[in-house]
């Protein structure tokens, strides 16, 4: 028989906004805590651990009811049902319901709802995801950008990418050359640009081109297609490209892929940022963030669409509450951003950083890589700029592995950081505002549990 641990979740998951938010957000952190670890294993819709009895948790939450194994024979199951129970409790608080039989304590529930959990959890998720991706060792690695997704009708937004088969998060899905490079002016001037650049294509090319879809026909149609298409190339560029399949990928304010411009290979890249399932549909944003009111006001003008994406479309009561914490990251980042209070009061520049970065996790769930990069390279610099170069490396490191994970190692941007984060003191602001920080890059403390490195990397 042996003895017994683990949690039970009660009451179980709802498939709420909130759930599923709170629920990704501990995938995520199980994902990154545990990603060196060889007993770690992420499976097709599950994550397994093999030591004990390979207790396992669903990549959906919606009708997990508990993680459990029997302990005894095999200390380090021990280990992985407890940090998986901390972690548990740090994001579901009184719901984690903590058991021992060693201790006389037993789970919530019987073992009939937790045989209905497990047979809905992961028979289920093995079974659809084969049904796409052919057997059950899915997230392939080795199949071409082609074979990833293909282009389908998507209700209520036209054509668009859907992925083949489950994709995990930090893929290339995509990255391709510019069909035309042009430059934002009027309607009329465009237009007239575009036919004398069209010229030059090949045949292939200009039928690319004039397939794509355009939502402002009219006597200018090349500068419609232009305007509903093109990306910018780089942020704030005034340059725009138009790629063949780039352009099909629609827009969601919740989306699962980050599009980047890479200056130096004069190519557009997607990754994906989230783990993709395959059926779901590839996004990217092509809005700020903000809140929906702000959002739809530079959609409808600029590219000519009401947003029909999964947040827009959300009950008013949690589109409000979506609102609220974007109001707030809004408001964190302009702190965040304030180059007096970093130099005067860097303790106040970095507690707005960590707070920022918890209304982001709480938002995105953990996976809008996008934002995270530029956030940890703030706090790289609000370190770095009074000599703490012990914390400063491990912002730029976190940086970097986030960088990677949404641009490639490829990136100008990524290889910037990487550099940053073998010799922080590189950087022009190194000590610039003060010393009064000062620390060398090797000396962050060794063997503190994760809650007390965190203590010191934010300065608690
Ligand atoms: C760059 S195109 C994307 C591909 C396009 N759906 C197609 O059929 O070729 C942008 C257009 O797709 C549609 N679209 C993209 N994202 C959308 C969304 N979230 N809601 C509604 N329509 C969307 C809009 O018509 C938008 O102008």
Redesign the pocket.
Known sequence: MGIHEGFDMVPRLTGGTEDVRKWTRFIDIIQKYYQDDDRFKLCNGYIEFTSGEHPMLPLDGNNFVRFSSKVCGDGSVCGYIRSVRQIAESIFGFRIRPWTESADQYGFYDLRDVHDSYRYSFENTAMTASRFAGDSSDYPSNLDTDNLFEALE?P?????LVARCNIRSGTRILCEKPLLIIRNTSPELLHRDVASKLKSLSKEEQRQFLS??N?FPGRHAFAGIVK??ALPCGPGAIIGGIFPKI??????CFSNCHNSWNDETQQETIHAIKDILAGEEITISYDHSGPASVRQAHLQPN???????ELCTLPPEELQASDNRRGLIQQLDEQVGDAFTMSTEPLVSLQACQALLGVLIDEYGSHDMALIPRLYYDAFQIAITHGDQARAKVFAERSYKARVACEGEDSPATKKVKGLMQNPASHSSFALCSKMWKTSKTSQPKNLGINEFEKWLWRH
């Open positions: 998507i209520s937004k036209g054509r668009g794509l879809h939502n509903t298409n352009c099909r990928i629609n827009h969601s590219f000519g669409f009401n947003c029909q994406c």
